[in-house]
């Protein structure tokens, strides 16, 4: 099936696409959905901002840029001079359509997945021109949205401002887009989407972190798996001219020390595994209020299935497999079923070794799944 042409990439195949344009040039498809006309409705995205569990920012160009970051009482946005944006990130999150809609592009692996994010802009509403550092399909829902892109290698940034507007935008391309077209773009094409009239424009994006982000990320996750014995010491320490010199011998001490740090394929692969589905700050799982007892459970499960709840991140590599942050043992007799689950989100009813429904019952008891 993955090398069957995809409408929504203009014919092209997944290895077509991935082979040509992904993360080398951007890709225009007109029509790619259809009668596409959005996943919700102006005002249900406008009662999302009002919710502090919701991941949203208003920007405004009216007297010059300025961003917020909801939530927001709807009283403030019906107010607000134009023009304006409004965008709500991780809307996979709330809506079960939302997910099914960016699980579209599984031809890129879950691992650099990151969100489906709206934005409403009325009549010349935008972000100003600027870049970003993931890769991104760009797919119109309502209204009409001008895009001007460009490949320029000149990112300096207009100072004194509270969002990233390049100084210099060349654009290459210029290109309005409406309901059902979808633009791709890969990171650090620079673009400036401006709205022609009130428009809603669907995002699905996939990080490509910056090297130091992951330096700094697998740091951290490396204090905690590392233990050195002993402590700096100098018994045979000699009286120095100035005693504000750090001496030669601390330096080779500590550097000595510091050789001790050791990680290997595997510490990577767990590290990766636990940063990439490490839920974000603002969301939390709920557990079932009334959990069914583990022998219920279990006859469900045999019976109708479960899947994954919309905010749980579940991913593997080799037999080891991580979910929301967590890695997590799985039987080796049960890697195919849960591969499944990671795959397609949910499971139906499916024989599964005993300590297998046991891992599903402790997901089901955090909330991170449910019997479906």
């Not at 077509?16 to 005002?43: C, E, I, M």
């Not at 400036?192 to 428009?199: K, M, P, R, S, Y």
């Amino acid at each position: 099936m993955k090398d069957m042409p995809l409408s929504f990439l203009g014919g092209l195949t997944a290895p077509q696409f991935l082979a040509d344009y992904w993360q080398k040039k951007p890709l225009l498809v007109r029509q790619a959905f259809p009668g596409f006309s959005g996943l919700l409705s102006r005002n249900e995205m406008m009662a999302l901002t009002g919710r502090d569990d919701v991941e949203s920012r208003f920007v405004s160009q009216a007297g010059g840029w300025t961003i917020e970051h909801g939530p927001f009482a709807a009283a403030k946005l019906r107010k607000a001079a134009k023009p304006w944006t409004v965008l709500v990130q991780g809307l996979n999150l709330l809506l079960p359509e939302a997910d099914r809609f960016m699980r579209q592009f599984d031809f890129v692996p879950y691992a650099r997945l990151d969100d489906l994010m709206v934005s409403y802009a009325n009549d010349g509403g935008g972000v100003g021109p600027h870049f970003d550092s993931y890769d991104v399909f760009l797919i119109q829902g309502i209204g009409r949205r001008r895009w001007r892109i460009g490949n320029q290698k000149d990112q300096t940034l207009l100072d004194g401002l509270p969002i990233r507007i390049l100084k210099d935008f060349r654009p290459v391309h210029d290109w309005v887009v409406e309901s059902g077209d979808l633009l791709y773009l890969p990171p650090e094409w620079a673009h400036d989407g401006i709205a022609l009239d009130e428009c809603m424009t669907y995002s699905v994006g996939f990080r490509a972190a910056p090297a130091q982000d992951l330096a700094e990320q697998f740091l951290v996750f490396l204090q905690d798996r590392q233990s050195l014995a002993g402590r700096y010491r100098d018994p045979h320490l000699k009286l120095q001219k100035h005693p504000a010199r750090i001496g030669r011998d601390m330096i080779d001490q500590v550097a000595d020390i510091l050789a001790g740090i050791r990680w290997n394929r595997g510490m990577v692969r767990d590290f990766l595994g636990c940063h990439l589905t490490e839920p974000k700050p603002h969301v939390f799982f709920d557990p079932p209020r009334r959990p069914l007892a583990s022998d219920r459970f279990a006859a469900a499960l045999a019976d109708r299935g479960v899947q994954l709840d919309l905010r749980s991140q579940l991913l593997f590599a080799d037999d080891r497999f991580y979910i929301n942050g967590e890695a997590t043992p799985v039987p080796l007799e049960d890697l195919a079923a849960f591969r499944a689950l990671a795959d397609q989100r949910q499971l139906d009813s499916v024989q599964l070794s005993a300590s297998g429904v046991e891992r599903l019952y402790d997901w089901y008891r955090c909330g991170f799944l449910t019997l479906t």
